[in-house]
């Protein structure tokens, strides 16, 4: 764990190629579900990374699922040749929905069958407590983020947007993502400096 | 700012992808049915989640594609699951957990009395419906629209005098919905719009005294905590202090730092003033109140890189002062706040500590009956102007070192909240700690759906924690469904089978 620039960031997927985006903007279902396979992973981890520091981790699904429901209705509507990538487009409605979800809601308790299979599937507490001692610090260093500003650090750091899709994603100013950005990236280094993650 | 400012957050790493997940987003887009077929407990409980990702995302489509009951001219339901039902022909309603109303069709209308819970209706058909909310009547016009509506328990907490008033939020996906809320005029709510509702009187404010009262507690609360952590860093002496085992008796493994009988001792006499706040309240609610010995039993559950927990636990409270629920919270609450080093590497301990409560001879000059530690005064002097609990430590035995817990604090006191950061512990393996929150959740009168959360949690959490007793304990409360996901878990993880 460094706080410096690692030698290769995780890039998003690439892009879906023009054919199978038209064939699925026409209604194509296997070339919507490419679309679906291409781009669940980086959904389902923002989804996932937005909502789990905060202890609302268990809707992550819910939200990546209700992304792509909410992608297929609006997918003829989406201009290739406009402004956004495909993927800033969907993550902007991932992140929509999220960060709504993140206003909106008191944290309530995973259904009974949902916690106990989480629960039953999670690793020995050995095992646990050697995978969290750099991952947990810092999801709980995130978790202590407004939800504006951890969306900002995760699409900027974990996701590799360049700010002006974050800027669209999120409808902000360009300064205002940096300054957000800025910010969240001090606020997480300084903690992680403090519990000795980070020299 | 540039690249090189840049976070590496990879170690921090998000689960896999849910299995079979592009399977239900495509299953769901083209409203076919979702499989309901009985599956073992992984895809019963991947089935809820798309029903509920569903739910938000296009009402109408989940409510055609889920499993209904037959239509009934009339009907009550409590849900503790996902329920969907139909009311008449051509209405359904979807029943999110938690959710009391009841319905009664009869010469083409359908009324409902929605009293807690968040649900989704569908009308398509002729016949009419009407919702009656706490904050008003809602009339569906072939809409698909979606009810929340406080539970009970927030409800509740509004009468008691929270100042929360009872909203009820009204989003129409489809149609038009007509809301008229109670004392105002009718207003229509069309399709993409969502509304909140309120009641017309809002929850009466609470006696002023009392708030005054509560208020001052907490400040004092606040100070006194701060005081007294502040006062717990310091460094301990090398090798001072008696271990763990000893309380016990029992010497475990390993404890790398003691908790001594002192230190518990110094506990319970820095919140020992906070004691006698709670009797103190008492008395001045029903001043005849006399002496009263009360027995407390608490939980010292601790980790190194946390500091310590304490749960209480049973409250033996005789008489009248038992019959207390603010005494009572009162107790647990100042108990709770007690701070004290940690166990070293992890360790439990229980605690019995009786104490007696009287009336001051001398309340004017005295701002609350106080506490004193026995040491401070012989065993056999009466008591003097201030109550004196009267303290005697039974400590039972320490259990082993449970793992390392770094979960935050639970972020209330309520039982959902309590009950939220108990899954959130046992999701993060921290067993004993998801232990004492589930089980301190069941001790803070959670719905009956929340209290079966809870009983899962805690025999789930027990079992993996290797308690074996409360494991088979909290299993024999368990629901049918969840002992089998229990028992499989307990077997597959710890190799015992905590069924009878």
Not at chain 2, 217 to 244: C, F, K, L, W, Y
Request: contains cysteine.
């Amino acid at each position: 764990m460094t706080a410096r620039a690692p030698a290769r960031r995780p890039r998003r997927d690439s892009e879906l190629d023009d054919v199978t985006l038209r064939r699925a903007q026409a209604g194509d279902e296997q070339a919507f579900r490419a679309l679906v396979v291409r781009y669940q992973r980086p959904i389902w981890d923002a989804c996932w990374r937005l909502t789990a520091p905060v202890g609302l981790g268990h809707r992550a699904e819910d939200l990546t699922q209700d992304t792509f429901v909410r992608v297929f209705r609006a997918l003829p509507s989406f201009d290739l040749r406009g402004p956004a990538k495909l993927s800033t487009w969907i993550f902007t409605i991932a992140l929509r929905l999220t960060l709504n979800e993140l206003r909106r809601a008191r944290p309530e308790p995973a259904g009974a069958d949902d916690a106990l299979e989480l629960i039953a599937l999670a690793p020995s507490p050995r095992r646990a407590r050697e995978s969290r001692e750099a991952g947990d610090r810092i999801a709980a260093a995130v978790g202590l983020l407004p939800s504006g500003a951890r969306a900002v650090l995760l699409l900027r750091d974990v996701f590799d947007l360049d700010y002006e899709e974050i800027a669209l994603a999120l409808e902000l100013d360009l300064g205002t993502v940096k300054s957000r950005l800025s910010r969240a990236r001090a606020a997480v280094r300084t903690r992680l400096i403090a519990e000795g993650v980070v020299p | 700012m540039t690249d090189d400012d840049r976070l590496d957050l990879d170690g921090w790493a998000a689960p896999p992808v849910p299995p079979a997940l592009v399977d239900r987003v495509l299953t769901t887009v083209r409203g076919r049915p979702v499989e309901v077929a009985p599956r073992p407990p992984r895809l019963r409980a991947w089935q809820a989640a798309v029903v509920g990702g569903a739910v938000i995302a296009a009402a109408g489509i989940v409510v055609a594609v889920w499993p209904r009951t037959p239509p009934r001219s009339a009907g009550r339901l409590t849900t503790t699951a996902p329920t969907a039902t139909q009311l008449a022909d051509g209405t359904d309603a979807l029943a999110e957990a938690g959710v009391e109303f009841a319905w009664d069709t009869a010469h083409g209308l359908t009324r409902v009395d929605h009293a807690a819970g968040t649900v989704t209706y569908r009308q398509t058909g002729d016949v009419a419906l009407t919702v009656t909310t706490p904050a008003g009547v809602l009339a569906s016009d072939h809409a698909t629209f979606r009810v929340e509506v406080p539970m009970k328990r927030e409800l509740a907490i509004g009468a008691a005098g929270a100042a929360i008033a009872t909203l009820v939020v009204v989003s129409v996906y489809e149609g038009r919905v007509t809301a008229t809320p109670a004392g105002a005029a009718p207003q229509t709510i069309a399709a993409g719009n969502q509304v909140t509702l309120s009641a017309g009187d809002p929850p009466p404010p609470p006696p002023v005294v009392t708030v005054a009262r509560a208020e001052r507690n907490q400040a004092r609360r606040d100070e006194v905590a701060r005081a007294i952590a502040a006062s717990r860093v310091r460094p301990r002496p090398m090798g001072g202090g008696v271990t763990a085992a000893t309380i016990g008796g029992a010497a475990p493994a390993a404890a790398p730092v003691a908790l001594s009988k002192d230190d518990i001792r110094a506990g319970v006499k820095d919140v020992a003033p906070m004691l006698g706040e709670c009797f103190d309240a008492e008395l001045a609610r029903d001043p005849a109140l006399g002496r009263s010995t009360v027995t407390v039993h608490f939980t010292i559950d601790s980790a190194a890189d946390i500091g310590t927990v304490v749960t209480a636990g049973d409250l033996d409270i005789p008489g009248v002062l038992g019959q207390s629920a603010d005494f009572r919270e009162c107790l647990g609450a100042t108990l709770e706040a007690m701070v004290l080093p940690p166990l070293g590497d992890g360790g439990q301990v229980e605690v019995t500590y009786p104490f007696v409560f009287a009336p001051t001879e001398d309340e004017a000059e005295t701002d609350a009956p106080a506490a004193h530690d026995p040491d401070d005064a012989p065993d056999d002097q009466a008591p003097a102007a201030a109550p004196r609990p009267r303290r005697t430590v039974a400590a039972e035995k320490p259990r082993p070192a449970p793992p390392a817990d770094t979960a935050a604090p639970p972020p209330g006191q309520t039982a959902r909240d309590l009950i939220i950061a108990a899954q959130s512990a046992a999701m993060n393996s921290q067993y004993q700690r998801a232990l004492a929150l589930a089980e301190k959740a069941l001790q803070a009168k959670p719905s009956k759906a929340d209290a079966q959360r809870a009983v899962s949690v805690a025999a789930l959490s027990a079992c993996r924690a290797r308690q074996r007793a409360k494991a088979k304990t909290y299993y024999e409360r368990a629901t049918v469904t969840a002992k089998n996901t229990i028992r499989a878990a307990c077997l597959h993880a710890s190799g015992f089978d905590p069924a009878p």
